[in-house]
């Protein structure tokens, strides 16, 4: 976090549009994006015989709508909240609708019992990356670890405080930038802007921690200065290392937008399940999600709101991350690395397989897992069914774009050319009935990228059950598995 409130440059229009159905659902539903115990009690439903059921496209519709009408409007509110300081007066004049829906004494309440958390959340972070930063002891980073992951979840739980003064708050607070803004923010990288994506010369000193123990075996904190200089926070990951393996394989894995996946329990992921599959996993935090969250802004809210600047930032520092923890990879095993993600990450991973065609051999993946991926970014912003519920697409017409518009910006948010990795190891889970980052690109880009029917995998599944198909139906993980060890 970097303490500051996020603030649109002077003159940047400011589009807040309202989603078209908010369903009433009970504050305890907000607990299912932050509660590591309800993931992990989700995930033993899944994978009982009930869990075949539950991950079909009905799965979807509920979830959608829970996450659209309920979730991110709470999350918005304490964004503002956050960002004016949690004082009551301002927080009503900058959503007069809560007034209506809580009354005064409670919500002084509220934004008292959230200040206090913050405070807890925001020293607990401060001592656990002075802690990793000055190479401390095992037991010392792991017991500021620990602690920082209870303060955050705790002050996250605590926005359900919030669910239901939030039905009449829009769920992104967009600051969509003209054409010019981003024609000057890409000035400085050459008319074709390929420097925007090129691995670091000298790659940034990252900070190792010595493994600490977890109930799902030995796991290390990287931590280091972002590649990219336009990210304030510093780039993070963890580590997770099968027990007893010289020279394992590597996965690198990046979460979908929204996620504060490093405040929820390892067991609480099924990119884990890996581990047990003799493959090291490394998490990164995706910038601008989590810990490395801009205060007055939910996590990874920055990437839609200053679309679509805020895609090429995002995209462009995430594939220098990629090449980044390559290179860490490669110079802490002989093993083959993959790289890949869900959704968001998915897209990013795509980009960056082909972005490392100009990259030093050493830094170029081995592989690639694409969950739930799609494209081209500007028909998912206009068709995707999340986008156009949070407005995105209203927003982006509002500030003078369309997706003819947005085109001449494709080279820098959509992979071009085939990637640099070899497809026979490339590894696709889709669901026919994805309309947030739509099917049909998805089964494009694999049909282009050759990628073979054996890594193919396609279920009767939306976007967000085609990841939590993963936990009943390990096929992919598995494939994925057996290609970095060699049997592909």
């Given amino acids: 976090m970097d303490g500051l409130p996020h603030n649109p440059p002077p003159g940047t229009p400011h589009v807040a549009d309202a989603v078209r159905w908010r369903p009433r659902a009970p504050a305890v539903l907000q607990r299912l994006k932050d509660n590591a115990a309800v993931r992990l009690h989700l995930g033993a439903l899944l994978r009982s015989p009930l869990g075949p059921a539950i991950v079909r496209p009905w799965s979807d519709w509920v979830f959608l709508r829970l996450l659209t009408g309920g979730m991110l409007p709470t999350a918005r509110l304490w964004a503002t909240a956050e960002a004016t300081g949690f004082d009551p007066g301002h927080l009503v004049a900058a959503h007069p609708g809560i ?120 796991m290390r904190i990287l931590m280091g200065p972002s590649p990219a200089p336009w990210i304030d926070e510093p780039l993070i990951a963890r580590v997770h ?34 581990v047990a599959r003799g493959v090291r996993v490394v998490r990164l935090v995706a910038p601008w999600h989590g810990r490395r969250r801009p205060l007055g802004s939910w996590s990874g809210e920055r990437f839609l709101a200053t679309a679509p600047l805020g895609a090429i930032q995002f995209f462009a520092a995430v594939v220098r991350e990629y090449a980044t923890l390559v290179g860490w990879a490669r110079a802490t095993s002989r093993g083959p690395v993959a790289i890949g993600g ?53 927003a982006l017409s509002t500030s003078g774009w369309s997706q003819a518009r947005l085109q001449p910006l494709a080279r820098l948010t959509d992979p071009q050319v085939a990637p640099a990795v070899d497809p026979a190891k490339i590894v696709m889970v889709l669901g026919r009935k994805d309309d947030v980052t739509p099917y049909h690109g998805g089964k494009a880009l ?43």
């Fill in 99 to 218: 007034s209506d829906r809580i009354a005064a004494a409670d919500l002084r309440a509220a934004l008292a019992g959230l200040t206090r958390l913050q405070a807890r959340a925001l020293a607990t972070e401060r001592e656990a990356q002075a802690a990793i930063a000055g190479s401390s002891k095992a037991d010392r980073v792991a017991a500021t670890d620990q602690s920082r992951r209870v303060a955050a979840y705790e002050y996250l739980a605590a926005r359900a405080s919030l669910f239901k003064a939030a039905r009449s708050v829009a769920p992104v607070d967009f600051a969509i930038p003209d054409d010019r803004a981003v024609a000057d923010w890409l000035k400085p990288w050459g008319e074709t802007a390929d420097a925007l994506f090129a691995a670091p010369d000298t790659p940034p000193v990252l900070h190792e921690t010595p493994p600490i123990k977890t109930p799902g075996g030995p």
């Fill in 342 to 394: 869900i959704s968001l990450g998915a897209l990013s991973a795509q980009l960056a397989a082909v972005r490392a065609h100009a990259w030093p051999a050493a830094l170029r993946p081995d592989a690639l897992l694409l969950i739930a991926t799609g494209g081209p970014l500007d028909a998912i912003a206009y068709e995707g069914s999340l986008t156009r519920r949070l407005g995105l697409d209203r």
């Fill in 241 to 274: 290392e099968p027990e007893g393996l010289r020279d394992p394989p590597t996965y690198i894995h990046c979460h979908g937008i929204g996620i504060d996946g490093d405040q929820m329990s390892e067991g609480a992921d099924e990119i884990l399940s890996l």
């Fill in 446 to 488: 694999a049909t282009r990228w050759q990628v073979p029917a054996g890594n193919l995998f396609v279920n009767w599944q939306g976007h967000f059950t085609v990841e939590l198909g993963l936990i009943p139906d390990a096929r992919p993980l598995a494939r994925m598995a057996a290609i970095l060890h060699g049997g592909g």
